[in-house]
T-cell receptor, first 114, second 111 residues
Framework: EAGVVQSPRYKIIEKKQPVAFWCNPI?????LYWYLQNLGQGPELLIR????????DSQLPKDRFSAERLKGVDSTLKIQPAELGDSAVYLC????????????FGEGSRLTVL | EDQVTQSPEALRLQEGESSSLNCSYT??????LFWYRQDPGKGPEFLFT???AGEEKEKERLKATLTKKESFLHITAPKPEDSATYLC????????????FGAGTQVVVTP
């Protein structure tokens, strides 16, 4: 069974440029998460989807970050414009049920903003 | 405010030298405590879920335990392949579906 797929794995951009990350969750998983992980820290939730609906986006900086999950499958996380402090790993995860703590993570997209 | 604190930050072990990692938490209404393993350049990988004080879970050389204020991850006779960062996360009663992670303990096991 394929795991959570993320792309790109690495992205280097200059500040003020836009960037987008894509995630394909495990087939059949209705819940999708985007987490941010800074070096030496644990992941922090940005947004959680139940099917197409964003049910928790309280930690998403909405002035520059946006996300969508069309048709309740793939998801895209966008940053526009990027700032130096956005350099981090962006992790996508999926799970099979609401509130379930067993998350399956992708390998992450490492963003470097110069 | 919910908090998850892991200690030590880093741990260096000789192969076969057993040790324990600590995860202390302050949350209102714990729904579950979770342990994940993260290898460099990879996403976290689920290990265990603990729901109530006194509960224990085992997997190979790893054993997780839970009290009302903390959880321990015991590594018995570790091997170099156990080298990783171990993350603890909690799910609180008022944040259904949201995991709050600690900063992790980086474990290095040398032959």
């Amino acid at each position: 069974e394929a795991g959570v797929v993320q792309s790109p794995r690495y992205k280097i951009i200059e500040k003020k440029q836009p960037v987008a990350f894509w995630c394909n969750p495990i087939s059949g998983h209705n819940t999708l998460y985007w987490y941010l992980q800074n070096l030496g820290q644990g992941p922090e939730l940005l947004i959680r989807y139940e099917n197409e609906e964003a049910v928790d986006d309280s930690q998403l900086p909405k002035d520059r970050f946006s996300a969508e999950r069309l048709k309740g499958v793939d998801s895209t996380l966008k940053i526009q414009p990027a700032e130096l402090g956005d350099s981090a790993v962006y992790l996508c995860a999926s799970s099979s049920g609401q509130g379930h703590g067993e998350l399956f993570f992708g390998e992450g997209s490492r963003l470097t903003v110069l | 405010e919910d908090q998850v604190t892991q200690s030590p930050e880093a741990l260096r072990l000789q192969e076969g030298e057993s040790s324990s990692l600590n995860c202390s938490y302050t949350v209102s209404g714990l729904r579950g405590l979770f342990w994940y393993r993260q290898d460099p350049g990879k996403g976290p990988e689920f290990l265990f879920t603990l729901y109530s004080a006194g509960e224990e879970k085992e997997k190979e050389r790893l054993k997780a335990t839970l009290t009302k204020k903390e959880s321990f991850l015991h590594i018995t006779a570790p091997k170099p392949e156990d080298s990783a960062t171990y993350l603890c996360a909690v799910q609180a009663g008022d944040s259904w579906g949201k995991l709050q992670f600690g900063a992790g303990t980086q474990v290095v096991v040398t032959p």
